[in-house]
């Protein structure tokens, strides 16, 4: 009962801090100073008030005479719970009994304020170490509950990253051992001691509880991992996961010959994956290749940004192939007109002649479209009676950069008269 009350009295006064944190003014108006200083001073209370309450709580719980609790269960509290040979701190330690324990109390006696407790002769333990608590022991029990028979049809997996020993039977002969990423279930177990437990799979295989953990979020998030990088990889597209080349093997390992260099920008489909690891996968994308996990991504959301690189890469190269088209148009067109500027400052002047000397005043020679860069220019030859034109031709001669042929061009007039001439031109 008085327990009871004094549980009700902390209740209200956490009650009372807490109101009087949100407003002093109201629950706490025996304090004048400002707001700052006033919390401060009700924290400083409250944290007095609160030792105050833990020191007479602990003095209001009675003492139980362990003598009282013989034929009733304690389970060790302390990771090694000692073991002595006499109820006596100073006396010898005959062995430590692993945490999690129960036992039976065969006798009980308060020796120097100091409650022990009988297990086994000569085997004493005292309350440091053990506790009497109906809470402590069912929660124990709820304990090797899980690890014995709630441990049947559950998964488990190795408790390391390292491979673990399969046995024919309980402390038996190695049969095999089990990678740490593979998920087995009990079929059955066998409790060995206090705390060591031993389990056995579908196909008659042991396995020590030390090696291999139950733990759900474990073996979920073990199974999880080969699903997402295994399993559900097949068929995938791949790239590269950095910015630099990576390597193809011919086997599934390092110690492998390198078959390809792959590039930031290639990608592949999946066709196969071999897990060697908890967290190293392997996969190959055509025969006898295979690429080491770490060093590509088939995450959709890198692949995607590893695309947009390229359009980006692609869209900037076509920029500046573009820009550079563009220049080089430009600087033809300058050198064009540069040339037409030129060409129209300096006109060149061409003198033609045929076989027959006395008609000379009849031929007429006019150049177009002189183009340097070409080394070609357009001939138009014209010959005239008086102002009538009885004979006109046209052809392209070649010229060197200051517009002189290369060679003399024939060129057959006829129809003029009687005769037939030849009439050559040059500068």
Do not use: C
């Amino acid at each position: 009962m008085g327990t009871g009350l004094f549980l009700l009295f902390i209740i209200g006064v956490f009650i009372w801090f807490a109101l009087a944190l949100i407003k002093p003014g109201k629950f706490a108006p025996f304090f004048k100073e400002d707001a700052k200083r006033k919390r401060l001073k009700i924290a400083g209370i409250w944290i007095s008030l609160s030792l105050i309450s833990t020191i007479l709580f602990g003095l209001s719980i009675p003492h139980v005479d362990p003598a009282t609790l013989v034929g009733k269960e304690l389970v060790v509290s302390a990771e090694k719970g000692k073991v002595f040979e006499t109820p006596d701190k100073a006396g010898k330690i005959v062995k430590t009994v692993p945490k999690g324990a129960i036992r039976k109390i065969l006798e009980g006696k308060t020796v120097n304020s100091l409650d022990w407790f009988r297990i086994a002769d000569n085997a004493w333990m005292n309350q440091r170490d053990v506790s009497t608590s109906s809470y402590d022991i069912e929660k124990a029990k709820n304990e090797l509950e899980k690890k014995g028979k709630g441990s049947i049809g559950k998964d488990f997996v190795a408790s390391s990253d390292s491979a673990i020993n399969a046995y024919d039977q309980v402390s038996g002969n190695t049969v095999g051992q089990i990678d740490p990423w593979v998920i087995l279930t009990v079929k059955d177990f066998k409790q060995v001691g206090d705390d060591e437990f031993w389990y056995m799979t579908a196909d008659n295989k042991w396995f020590s509880g030390k090696d291999i953990t139950l733990d759900e979020k474990t073996v979920g998030a073990r199974k999880k991992n080969t699903e997402e990088k295994g399993t559900n990889a097949i068929g995938k597209k791949f790239m590269p996961a950095g910015d630099g080349t990576i390597y193809a093997y011919d086997q599934p390992s390092a110690d492998g010959n390198i078959v390809e260099k792959i590039t930031k920008w290639r990608a592949f489909n999946i066709a196969e994956f071999k897990q060697v690891g908890v967290d190293t996968f392997w996969y190959r994308y055509a025969s006898n290749k295979w690429v080491l996990g770490k060093d590509i991504t088939f995450n959709e959301r890198d692949l995607e940004k590893k695309k947009q690189e390229i359009n980006d890469l692609l869209a900037k190269q076509a920029a500046e192939i573009k820009k550079s088209v563009e220049k080089a148009n430009a600087e033809k067109e300058e050198q064009k007109k540069k040339q037409r500027e030129y060409d129209a400052a300096h006109p060149v002047t061409y003198r033609a002649w045929t076989e027959n000397d006395n008609i000379f005043s009849h031929v007429k020679v006019e150049v177009t479209n002189r183009t340097n860069s070409k080394k070609y220019v357009l001939v138009n030859v014209r010959i005239y009676t008086g102002n009538t034109v009885r004979q006109e031709y046209a052809d392209g001669m070649e010229v060197d950069a200051k517009g002189k042929w290369l060679t003399d061009f024939p060129i057959i007039i006829s129809d003029i008269g009687d005769y037939t001439y030849k009439i050559k031109l040059s500068y």
